[in-house]
């Protein structure tokens, strides 16, 4: 018998990028969009239009590059919002407009200060100005996790009939429990008179670690869309797992009646694409995409495996993508193997200026590491683009940094602000302290330091760090990533890329603020 097929919606740059310091530019958004069709990804959640100018020209320009991917847009239940969403998917192949409204008592009464009457005709509202647009329109009852499902069946038999084609029920709060949730899906889709005329998906967030559990029930109980985002991204605890959703599907065949049409050889470079522009390191222990996910350290688990992968394995680590992780370049390649080696990797530098300084950092990497793997390349551009994606106000020309044992440590650097180079040491706890209130001595940002993250980008003792350091000052919250094979420069190059969007007045907000 053919199975159903399993809309995988990405999330990654709407609710993914909500969480603090994950904002993305727009050529970032264009990097995940190529990767998210390349993966095959059904439906790519671009953004959220009305939320800035940024926003609306960053939806605008993934919608007009995918080409095998329906690109949408979110946007609240009101007019200026579902138009501007529209305006900015209406160029893609196959546009989506998603209007939300909340559901719950608590939001209609404390958010939305209106009755359950007016959130029925505003949700109606929107959904008939987003036909203007497209016909591909998603409603979503925010909160329906602790919605009344009475009130639920009524307003949602009410978009089916104004026109809506995908009907999404959010856990927005990460409430419920897999039982309960799809037990909300089953029960709406028997009650409300016409629900075969819609598409019935699921939004979960992950705040009691159930994001991927309630999803799968609901699949098991009729939902035939899953909202998602890579490595779980979004705000708080995250959302339900891309790669997780994917893979329990895959592997799980004999339980759901259902499958994708994902490509999940894409699915460790999607993860690493994504940690690398985000700042959010995977944690080793990941499901699927983590470190460890395919490492055996018990001996018995070693000698099963050597004896039958499928003992402890019931996945191949070559399905996700994990064969990619391959040696690539060394400082002999040339300038045009480097290029062709980006584009397999789906990295597209314009105009040649940025292709022959990633290059030259290439050559200079290779020069401090003899080996080069595709890890390393991920992170070489990641650098090169959070330059050109901010004004780079400060720059790092140099650093000393000193460390013996009974000594306090010291660091001694120079940057350049402006252009105008400024000098400046101090002492600290350890070189990175020192380095970091060196760095302040001169720009007296007055930032708050949230985060200092350092992990190792591949294997071996000249791998280079890749540091991640998040900064807030004024309600602003931003991530600055540095990567070398010198652990103290990367944490400098961390911190000042993050002053540096801190300073940037075309660094936006996140869409929540």
Known sequence: ?????????????????????????????????????????????AGFPAASDGDFE?????????????????????????????EAVKGARSPRVHTFIATSPIHMEKK?????????????????????YTDNIEFSPEDAGRSDLDFLCRILEQVIKAGATTINVPDTVGYTLPEHFGGIIRRLRERIPNSDRAVWSVHCHNDLGLAVANS??????????????????????????????VMAVRTRQDVFPCDTNIDTTQIVPASRLVSGITGFAVQPNKAIVGANAFAHEAGIHQDGVLKSRDTYEIMRAQDVG??????????????????????????????????????????????????????????????????????????????????ETGVSPYAKLVIAEDGKERRSEARGSGPVDASFKAIETIVKSGAELLLYSVNAITTGTDAQGEVTVRIAKGGRIVNGQGADTDIVV??????????????STLERLNPQV
């Not at 904002?23 to 390349?38: G, N, P, V, W």
């Not at 939305?112 to 203007?132: D, F, G, N, T």
């Not at 990367?490 to 300073?503: E, G, R, V, W």
């Open 112 to 132: 939305l200060r209106m009755e359950p009457s007016q959130v029925v005709e505003q949700a109606v509202k929107a959904v008939k100005w987003a036909r203007a």
């Open 216 to 245: 799968l029930s609901a699949v098991l109980n009729g939902a035939r869309q899953v909202e998602c985002t890579i490595n779980g991204l979004g705000e708080r605890a995250g959302n339900a797992s891309l790669e997780e959703i």
């Open 322 to 403: 994990w064969n990619a992780n391959k040696l690539v370049l060394g400082k002999h390649s040339g300038r045009n193997a480097f290029k062709a080696r980006l584009t397999e990797l789906g990295i597209e530098l314009s105009p040649e200026e940025a292709l022959n300084a990633a290059f030259k950092r290439f050559k200079d990497l290779a020069d401090k590491k003899h080996e080069i793997f595709d890890e390393d390349l991920q992170a070489l551009v990641t650098e090169e683009n959070l330059e050109h994606a901010v004004n780079e106000h400060f720059r790092l020309v140099s650093l000393t940094a000193h460390s």
């Open 490 to 503: 990367a944490s400098a190059k961390a911190y000042i890329n993050a002053l540096n969007k801190l300073h």
């Open 1 to 45: 018998m053919k199975k159903e097929k399993l809309i995988i919606f990405d999330t990654t740059m709407r609710d993914g990028e909500q969480s603090p310091g994950a904002s993305m530019t727009k050529d970032e958004k264009l990097r995940i969009a190529r990767q998210l069709e390349r993966m095959r990804v059904d439906v790519i959640e």
């Open 58 to 86: 960053a939806v605008k320009e993934v919608a007009a590059i995918v080409k095998d991917s329906t690109v949408c847009g979110l946007a609240r239940a009101n007019e200026n919002d579902v138009r501007r969403c529209g």
